[in-house]
Each structure stands twice: as structure tokens, then as C-alpha cells.
């Protein structure tokens, strides 16, 4: 789904402020030039957003403090394991993509970021591990779900919403009390409430003279010399402090001559690569492509492995 434009229908701000009328123009003017001079998307009021996207305010309302009752619920297995999606249908679909979309193009997160940043993947951020001793991996529990409208509001603030904007963000953005799992905002939301936790993980790996990176909940660190001991410590201490919580049974260390992984990529050598068993996988998948054995179900899935496997490469 494409984003709409940042006035949605709206040809101009002038256009979009005369379409308010002197009421609500009274009201919202100065702080709705504010957010469109940073091109951040214009979230002031229900009346103001109904008035953007051409829904009723009733309907805005709604979908923003009964946010549960517009999206499709259902599983998806990852591994062993299966993860609930919250799916938000069209009209609520909409104004996260616009949010998102507009939110993500204007904002900066640490250079450590990789995860839901555009222009950088994965890849990049295991080949900020190459030639490692060692490769120190967290994993975050549940991120999206764990993550509260509290504490989305407070990071809202402090780019420059009101409380009233940021309590209307929330309620779009989220599914009842935390963040949607599924909806095309939280990627960015995630980066944007993780800013001040990005900033004292960069305190502890300069600190201690190693590489960090986080790809959405997966944290890594890295070094060529012994392994700081006291990492563990000082990384545990700061979860404390919020309302996320480390997986245990995600923690991974490893240490050279055995294998290093980041983000399932080797990394002890001059680039990242694959795994020997993953292109074993790979050499399975283009034989049985060329061969025309691919159940047209599982099409896209085996092209999307190849791809990924051919990005790597490169």
C-alpha cells in the first residue's frame, strides 16, 4: 500500500487550513504549521485529522479509542514458535501508513540502528561484525507487544506533539494498550520509543571499545579483543529501568575457533556470507526451480530465499 501525500488531498497548507474553517484554523493554526514545516504528518485534533483523510470525526474517534475492533487477528509460525499479528483493516491501515511513511522520512535514529531504517538491512548490520573474536547477541521478549501507549506518548513529546496529538497517535497506532504487532506505524514508533536505550547501549559498547548494532529487537555486540565480562551486567541493569524484558533462552555468545553468527550470517572473515547449510538449502532450491518441482504455493517464498541468498553475495 502507498502512503498518501503528507496533506493527503490537500494541494497546498493553505488549502488544507481554509478547508478547517476559522473555528478550528483558531484553534490548531500555529501548531499545525509547526508539524508541516518539520514534515512530520499533521495530527492535532480529531476534527483536524476527520478533515484530512475526509472521514466523519465520529468515525476518527472511534477508530482511535476502540482500535481493536478494526483489525484481523491471526497467527503466522516463526520456527518452533507462533507469533499473533493484529492486522489493522483499510481506513485504520491508511492513516498508520501515512503516520509511518511521513514519521520515518524525517526522522534520525543512531547510526547502531539498522532495523526499520531505510536504505539498510540485515546484511549491513552483520557486516559490522566481520572479522570479530567474539559475537555477544540479546534478544528482546516480545518487543512490539511489550511495548506501551505510555511510553509512545512520552517519545511523541518529545519531537514535538501535544499531549492530545500524541493520545490520538497512540489510540490510531496501537492495538488496545501497546503497539500493534502488524500495523505499518510500529516499525518507526518501535525506533522512536528505543532512542535514549540506543544512546546508553552506544555508552556501553564505546565504553568498553566494541561494536553494537540493533536490528528491531535483536542487539549485538561484538569485539577483536578478550570479551568484556561486565557487559552482561550493565546491559541487564538497563532493561530493568523499562518495560521491555531480555528473552533468556535468546542470549548467544560464541567465541572464535567456533563459528560466529549475526542475524544467521557468519561473520568471522572478511564479509558476512551464508551459512554452509543455508546454501546448501539455496542449491536444493534453484535445482527444484529449474526442474519445475515448486508447488506454485510455495513460489515466492523460494524466490525470496534466492534473492536474499544473491543479496548477500553481493
Given amino acids: ?28 493554526e500555529t501548531e499545525i504549521i509547526l508539524l508541516y514545516e518539520k514534515r512530520l504528518p499533521i495530527v492535532v485534533s480529531f476534527r483536524c485529522l476527520s478533515v484530512l483523510f475526509g472521514f466523519s470525526t465520529h468515525f476518527v474517534n472511534k477508530l ?7 483489525y484481523r487477528t491471526f497467527t503466522v509460525r516463526k520456527g518452533k514458535k507462533k507469533r499473533t499479528i493484529h492486522a489493522p483493516k483499510v481506513a485504520l491501515k491508511v492513516i498508520q501508513k501515512w503516520f509511518g511513511y511521513y514519521l520515518s522520512k524525517e526522522l534520525n535514529f543512531s547510526e ?41 506518548k512520552e517519545s511523541l513529546r518529545t519531537i514535538g506533539y501535544t499531549s492530545e496529538a500524541a493520545d490520538i ?4 497506532c496501537c492495538y488496545k494498550d501497546t503497539l500493534a504487532q502488524g500495523a505499518p506505524s510500529s516499525p518507526v514508533l518501535s525506533n522512536l520509543v528505543f532512542k535514549d536505550l540506543d544512546r546508553r547501549l552506544k555508552e556501553i559498547s564505546d565504553n568498553n571499545q566494541i561494536r553494537f548494532t540493533r536490528y528491531a529487537d535483536d542487539i549485538v555486540f561484538s569485539g577483536i579483543d578478550e570479551f568484556p ?20 533462552g535468546k542470549e548467544y555468545f560464541s567465541e572464535r575457533p567456533k563459528r560466529l553468527k549475526v542475524h544467521g550470517l557468519l561473520v568471522h572473515g572478511e564479509k558476512a556470507r551464508l551459512t554452509k547449510g543455508y546454501r546448501n538449502r539455496i542449491r536444493a532450491y534453484k535445482y527444484l526451480l529449474n526442474t519445475g518441482k515448486i508447488r506454485s504455493e510455495d513460489f515466492d517464498r523460494v524466490i525470496g530465499h534466492i534473492r536474499y541468498a544473491e543479496s548477500v553475495d553481493r
Fill in 229 to 248: 565480562t561486565v557487559i552482561k551486567d550493565q546491559i541487564s541493569g538497563l532493561f530493568k529501568e523499562t518495560c521491555w524484558k531480555l528473552s533468556p
Fill in 1 to 28: 500500500m502507498i502512503a498518501p501525500p503528507l496533506l493527503v488531498s490537500y494541494s497546498s497548507l493553505g488549502e488544507y487550513l481554509e478547508a478547517l474553517g476559522s473555528e478550528l484554523r483558531g484553534l490548531h
Fill in 112 to 152: 547502531n540502528v539498522y532495523g526499520f531504517v531505510p536504505g539498510k538491512s540485515a546484511i549491513d548490520a552483520a557486516n559490522m561484525h566481520i572479522n570479530a573474536r567474539w559475537v555477544y547477541s540479546v534478544d528482546i521478549e516480545d518487543f512490539f507487544p511489550t511495548t506501551t501507549n505510555v511510553i509512545i
Fill in 64 to 70: 482511535a479509542q476502540q482500535n481493536w475492533k478494526f
Fill in 169 to 172: 497517535i497512540t489510540g490510531i
